[in-house]
T-cell receptor
Framework: DADVTQTPRNRITKTGKRIMLECSQT?????MYWYRQDPGLGLRLIYY???????NKGEISDGYSVSRQAQAKFSLSLESAIPNQTALYFC?????????????FGPGTRLTVL | GQQVMQIPQYQHVQEGEDFTTYCNSS?????IQWYKQRPGGHPVFLIQ???SGEVKKQKRLTFQFGEAKKNSSLHITATQTTDVGTYFCADPEAGNNRKLIWGLGTSLAVNP
């Protein structure tokens, strides 16, 4: 969906480096999510935010931090990247107000940590 | 905690054959959502089922929610190469939280 954008799309970095992945949305949704996807492990939730002042840890938050700079922006940081953080990272949004609450995903960021 | 089990993990079919993926939970599901992820792409919402026993169709795709709301299935009739991808089911958590509990997905390969 062009409404949810992620930058960069691909990133190769070295162990110990600080990395920030950015997500922006024009859908006007309150809820935003960061997932990582690894082969055979499906989608695992890292952090989620239901509004600008509400940030929550997901199932695998260790080694990650987030910042919700505005309703439209949600950034994921790896303070000191390690090789097992090599994965495909997705940002997603949802409206949060309806019973459906389907999630809309960005195109993903492929991160490689050497 | 809540878990959603999805089977099979992989399925390889000849074009024109049918395909079914199943999503099972030990607890009652509030609703069930289905997503499709094409190779190299991102998950895209397909449908949500809400009612016990609900059946919905989208062209060749038939989605079903079990009577006890503990299982769901996605059936594709006469698969095409455009059906290739990974199909995920996801359960919105009960209450106001509404994080999605994801199945691990079923990867479908279609031989032309």
């Amino acid at each position: 969906d062009a409404d949810v954008t992620q930058t960069p799309r691909n990133r190769i970095t070295k162990t110990g480096k600080r990395i920030m992945l950015e997500c922006s949305q024009t859908k006007g949704h309150d809820r935003m999510y960061w997932y990582r996807q690894d082969p055979g492990l499906g989608l695992r939730l890292i952090y989620y935010s239901f509004d600008v002042k509400d940030i929550n840890k997901g199932e695998i938050s260790d080694g990650y931090s987030v910042s919700r700079q505005a309703q439209a922006k949600f950034s994921l940081s790896l303070e000191s990247a390690i090789p097992n953080q090599t994965a495909l990272y997705f940002c997603a949004t949802s409206i949060g107000a309806s019973r459906s609450d389907e999630q809309f995903f960005g195109p993903g960021t492929r991160l490689t940590v050497l | 905690g809540q878990q959603v089990m999805q089977i099979p993990q992989y399925q390889h079919v000849q074009e024109g054959e049918d395909f079914t993926t199943y999503c099972n939970s030990s607890t009652t599901l509030s609703n069930i959502q289905w997503y499709k992820q094409r190779p190299g792409g991102h998950p895209v919402f397909l449908i949500q089922l809400v009612k016990s026993g609900e059946v919905k169709k989208q062209k060749r795709l038939t989605f079903q929610f079990g009577e006890a709301k503990k299982n769901s299935s996605l059936h594709i009739t006469a698969t095409q190469t455009t059906d290739v991808g990974t199909y995920f089911c996801a359960d919105p958590e009960a209450g106001n939280n509404r994080k999605l509990i994801w199945g691990l997905g079923t990867s479908l390969a279609v031989n032309p």
